[in-house]
């Protein structure tokens, strides 16, 4: 049987990746239709059916998720070559695929992208945004955005922000006609606006203060899987929003937002970025990397 060529294995797997035709011909630059014949010819030549397709959707076949399964490490490996190959020009190349929830995004644009962008006009960033955890090296990512709780055991993190603290904010207008909470369970008797967790729970908010711990699954008919729309929602005076100290700052130094149960609140996890240990880190990532970590020190500093 004639060896498939790395083009065709690529396009393989930017398929795979992509969940179809269309959306991979994008990003390759190559006609739809040319790459549909393309796998196809592969399909024929190694006599295996590597995607089932329908008018809607294109799906790994099981023998098709094992071959990706196979040479995606290989894949990998020769993108990074070819891309630490770029460090005798000085500088990296290529795409950085994250993957993270979006909220996590919201905490990394600011200082870390726009940051490594204007400091490396050779690479691109690609940001996927997921409730659920995935497996971002399965999923072809280079690295993800987690807490550190989240975050597989197999995997290298590397702290974002260290020192990572929720609250409970409600805008002047919600506050306006209610008592404000002075203990957790006066929220009970609020409206409050729920978060939905990648696993499809939802997200029981969490006290502590003094050895006593309280998670409460308090009510509220606004449920959202994105910490942006939670603070938008809050704003706007629909509810009680329980957030990162860090997003909801600026609100709460201009007045629009307030601080409510400030003694109850619990330290969370750091948030981390995390990658294989068990694979070459490329150029691309492994600058992000160093960018990271400074920004961390800086953070610890402050």
Request: aromatic share 8%; proline share 11%.
């Given at each position: 049987m004639p060896k498939a060529s790395l083009a065709e294995l690529e396009a393989f797997a930017t398929v795979a990746r992509r969940g179809g035709f269309r959306a991979a011909a994008r990003e390759l630059e190559v006609s739809s239709s040319g790459l549909s014949h393309a796998i196809a010819a592969l399909e024929e030549r190694m006599n295996v059916r590597l995607f089932n397709r329908t008018t809607r959707s294109v799906v790994l076949t099981a023998a098709g998720a094992q071959f990706l399964e196979e040479i995606l490490p290989a894949l990998a490996a020769i993108d990074g070559a070819i891309e630490n190959a770029g460090e005798h020009v000085g500088e990296p190349s290529g795409v950085l695929r994250l993957n993270m929830a979006a909220g996590a995004g919201h905490f990394i644009m600011e200082p870390l992208i726009r940051e490594y962008l204007s400091r490396f006009a050779r690479v691109q960033v690609e940001i996927v945004t997921e409730a659920a955890l995935v497996d971002v090296?399965?999923?072809?990512?280079?690295?993800?955005?987690?807490?550190?709780?989240?975050?597989?055991?197999?995997?290298?993190?590397?702290?974002?922000?260290?020192?990572?603290?929720?609250?409970?904010?409600?805008?002047?207008?919600?506050?306006?006609?209610?008592?404000?909470?002075?203990?957790?369970?006066?929220?009970?008797?609020?409206?409050?606006?729920?978060?939905?967790?990648?696993?499809?729970?939802?997200?029981?908010?969490?006290?502590?203060?003094?050895?006593?711990r309280i998670e409460l699954d308090v009510p509220g008919r606004l449920i959202v899987d994105d910490s942006g729309l939670m603070l938008d929602a809050a704003l706007n005076g629909m509810g009680l929003a329980y957030l990162a100290e860090q997003t909801v700052a600026p609100h709460v130094e201009e007045g629009r937002l307030t601080r409510l149960l400030a003694d109850w609140m619990p330290a969370e996890p750091p948030l981390c970025l995390y990658y294989s240990g068990r694979r070459q880190v490329p150029a691309k990532l492994r600058f992000f990397i160093d960018l990271v970590r400074s920004h961390a020190k800086e953070l610890r500093r402050a």
């Open positions: 090296i399965g999923k072809g990512f280079d690295a993800g955005v987690r807490l550190l709780d989240a975050i597989p055991p197999d995997m290298i993190a590397v702290p974002i922000i260290p020192d990572l603290r929720l609250v409970v904010v409600g805008a002047p207008a919600y506050l306006q006609s209610r008592a404000p909470p002075l203990v957790p369970r006066d929220l009970l008797s609020h409206d409050c606006i729920r978060y939905r967790l990648g696993s499809g729970r939802i997200y029981h908010w969490e006290f502590v203060r003094d050895g006593e």
